[in-house]
C-alpha cells in the first residue's frame, strides 16, 4: 500500500480526494454558519418587534428564556444576553443592504465582538470585511480591535503601497496601505534594547507580527543576505506580499527617522529588484520601521524621489483608542467644513 501511495500517478489522484473533502467541509461549515446566523436574525426580528409593538417587556424575554431551557435543555446563546444579542445584530444591520449580508457570512463571536467594541457603521463594516478576508479567529479579531486597527487604518493618509500596479478596491483591506503607526506591543521588550533584540522579538512572535502587518505578507527571512560586488548587505526582515506579488524589505530602527535611511533602503531595493525579483513580480517595495517620525522631515527625505519606500512609527504599548477616536473625529469634522465651503 505505501508504495502505491508513493507513485506520482497515484498521489496526484489522491490528492484531488483530499482537495474534495475539503472544499466539501469548508462549504458545509459555511452552510452551517450561514444557517445560525439566519436563525439569530429571526429570533432578533421577532422579539425586535414584539418589543417595539410593546407586547413584550423584559419579564417575557425572562420567561422565553425558561422556555427554552425547557424545551432545549442543552442549547446554548438563548439566555437573556444572547437573546438581547440577537435583537442588537437584526437592530444594526437591517437597513443597510451592503454590511446585512456581509455580517451572516461572519461567525457569531466575531459579530458579537464587533457589536461591543466598534462604535459606528462605517467601522463595523471595516471589521467584518477585515476578519472575513483574513479568516480571523476570535482572538484575532479581538486584538486587532483592542490596537485600534480601524482608527490607525483610517489616520494613515491613504498610502497605498507604490508597487501596486493592478487595481485594488477598499475591500481588500488591510493590505492596501502601509499604516503611519504600528501598534507591537506583543513583544515585551524592555526599556532598553538594539536593533537585534527587535529583529528577534519580531522573529520569535512573527505569526502577531504577521497580523499586524497583513496576512498577505509571507517571511521570507531575516538579515536577508544581498551580494553587490565583493560585499555582503543585510536586510533586517524580508516579506513577500501574496496579494501584490511584490517583495517587502523591513529596515529596523530603534530611533527616530533619519533622512540616510531612504538612500539606504533604496540600495538594498534595487539589489532585490536585480537579483530576486522574478519576472512576473512587481518592484519591491521597503519599509523603514521607526520608533518615531518627524512627518516634516519625512517629507522632505521623500520629496524628491520615487523610491517605493514607505515610513512607519511603531509603539510598544497598546495605543490610546480614545485618543485615536478623538483625532478621527477632528479630521472627519475638518473635511466636513471643507466639503461645505
Same mark, same amino acid.
Given at each position: 500500500?505505501?508504495?502505491?501511495?508513493?507513485? &506520482?500517478?497515484?498521489? &496526484?489522484?489522491?490528492?484531488?480526494?483530499?482537495?474534495?473533502?475539503?472544499?466539501?467541509?469548508?462549504?458545509?461549515?459555511?452552510?452551517?454558519?450561514?444557517?445560525?446566523?439566519? /436563525?439569530?436574525?429571526?429570533?432578533?426580528? @421577532?422579539?425586535?418587534?414584539? %418589543?417595539?409593538?410593546?407586547?413584550?417587556?423584559?419579564?417575557?424575554?425572562?420567561?422565553?428564556?425558561?422556555?427554552? #431551557?425547557?424545551?432545549?435543555?442543552?442549547?446554548?446563546?438563548?439566555?437573556?444576553?444572547? !437573546?438581547?444579542?440577537?435583537?442588537?445584530? $437584526?437592530?444594526?444591520?437591517?437597513?443597510?443592504?451592503?454590511?446585512?449580508? /456581509?455580517?451572516?457570512?461572519?461567525?457569531?463571536?466575531?459579530?458579537?465582538?464587533?457589536?461591543?467594541?466598534?462604535?459606528?457603521?462605517?467601522?463595523?463594516?471595516?471589521?467584518?470585511?477585515?476578519?472575513?478576508?483574513?479568516?480571523?479567529?476570535?482572538?484575532?479579531?479581538?486584538?486587532?480591535?483592542?490596537?485600534? $486597527? $480601524?482608527?490607525?487604518?483610517?489616520?494613515?493618509?491613504?498610502?497605498?503601497? +507604490?508597487?501596486?500596479?493592478?487595481?485594488? &478596491?477598499?475591500?481588500?483591506?488591510?493590505?492596501?496601505?502601509?499604516? &503611519?503607526?504600528?501598534?507591537?506591543?506583543? /513583544?515585551?521588550? +524592555?526599556?532598553?534594547?538594539?536593533?537585534?533584540?527587535?529583529? #528577534?522579538?519580531? !522573529?520569535?512572535? /512573527?505569526?502577531?507580527?504577521?497580523?499586524?502587518?497583513?496576512?498577505? @505578507?509571507?517571511?521570507?527571512?531575516?538579515?536577508?543576505?544581498?551580494?553587490?560586488?565583493?560585499?555582503? @548587505?543585510?536586510?533586517?526582515?524580508?516579506?513577500?506580499?501574496?496579494?501584490?506579488?511584490?517583495?517587502?524589505?523591513?529596515?529596523?530602527?530603534?530611533? #527616530?527617522?533619519?533622512?540616510?535611511?531612504?538612500?539606504?533602503?533604496?540600495? $538594498?531595493?534595487?539589489?532585490?529588484?536585480?537579483?530576486?525579483?522574478?519576472?512576473?513580480?512587481? +518592484?519591491?517595495?521597503?519599509?523603514?520601521?521607526?520608533?518615531?517620525?518627524?512627518?516634516?522631515?519625512?517629507?522632505?527625505?521623500?520629496?524628491?524621489?520615487?523610491?517605493?519606500?514607505?515610513?512607519?512609527?511603531?509603539?510598544?504599548?497598546?495605543?490610546?483608542?480614545?485618543?485615536?477616536?478623538?483625532?478621527?473625529?477632528? %479630521?472627519?469634522?475638518?473635511?466636513?467644513?471643507?466639503?461645505?465651503?
Amino acid at each position: 500500500m505505501a508504495d502505491i501511495i508513493k507513485k &506520482d500517478e497515484y498521489y &496526484d489522484d489522491f490528492s484531488k480526494i483530499i482537495e474534495m473533502i475539503e472544499t466539501r467541509r469548508s462549504n458545509a461549515y459555511r452552510k452551517v454558519n450561514e444557517e445560525l446566523m439566519s /436563525l439569530y436574525w429571526d429570533v432578533g426580528c @421577532f422579539v425586535s418587534e414584539q %418589543i417595539q409593538n410593546n407586547k413584550w417587556g423584559s419579564k417575557v424575554v425572562d420567561n422565553l428564556v425558561l422556555f427554552l #431551557k425547557e424545551k432545549y435543555p442543552t442549547l446554548k446563546g438563548f439566555d437573556r444576553s444572547g !437573546i438581547y444579542r440577537m435583537k442588537q445584530f $437584526y437592530e444594526l444591520y437591517k437597513d443597510d443592504e451592503i454590511v446585512a449580508p /456581509l455580517a451572516r457570512q461572519l461567525n457569531w463571536s466575531n459579530n458579537v465582538l464587533i457589536m461591543s467594541g466598534a462604535k459606528t457603521r462605517e467601522e463595523r463594516e471595516f471589521y467584518i470585511r477585515m476578519a472575513l478576508k483574513n479568516n480571523y479567529t476570535k482572538t484575532e479579531l479581538n486584538r486587532q480591535l483592542s490596537s485600534a $486597527y $480601524y482608527e490607525r487604518y483610517m489616520l494613515s493618509g491613504g498610502k497605498a503601497l +507604490p508597487s501596486l500596479k493592478k487595481a485594488v &478596491d477598499e475591500d481588500d483591506y488591510p493590505n492596501t496601505k502601509i499604516l &503611519d503607526l504600528y501598534s507591537l506591543e506583543f /513583544l515585551d521588550l +524592555p526599556s532598553e534594547f538594539s536593533e537585534v533584540d527587535l529583529r #528577534k522579538a519580531i !522573529i520569535k512572535n /512573527l505569526k502577531n507580527f504577521i497580523l499586524e502587518i497583513g496576512k498577505s @505578507f509571507t517571511f521570507v527571512g531575516e538579515e536577508y543576505r544581498v551580494q553587490v560586488g565583493t560585499e555582503d @548587505f543585510f536586510i533586517d526582515l524580508l516579506f513577500y506580499n501574496r496579494d501584490l506579488s511584490c517583495l517587502v524589505a523591513f529596515e529596523l530602527k530603534v530611533d #527616530k527617522f533619519k533622512p540616510e535611511y531612504v538612500s539606504k533602503m533604496d540600495f $538594498y531595493l534595487e539589489a532585490l529588484d536585480r537579483q530576486e525579483r522574478k519576472q512576473n513580480e512587481n +518592484p519591491s517595495v521597503g519599509i523603514i520601521l521607526c520608533a518615531n517620525k518627524d512627518e516634516e522631515i519625512v517629507e522632505y527625505a521623500m520629496s524628491r524621489t520615487m523610491s517605493p519606500t514607505m515610513v512607519a512609527e511603531y509603539k510598544l504599548k497598546l495605543i490610546d483608542k480614545e485618543l485615536l477616536e478623538n483625532k478621527l473625529k477632528e %479630521i472627519s469634522m475638518i473635511v466636513e467644513e471643507n466639503n461645505k465651503n
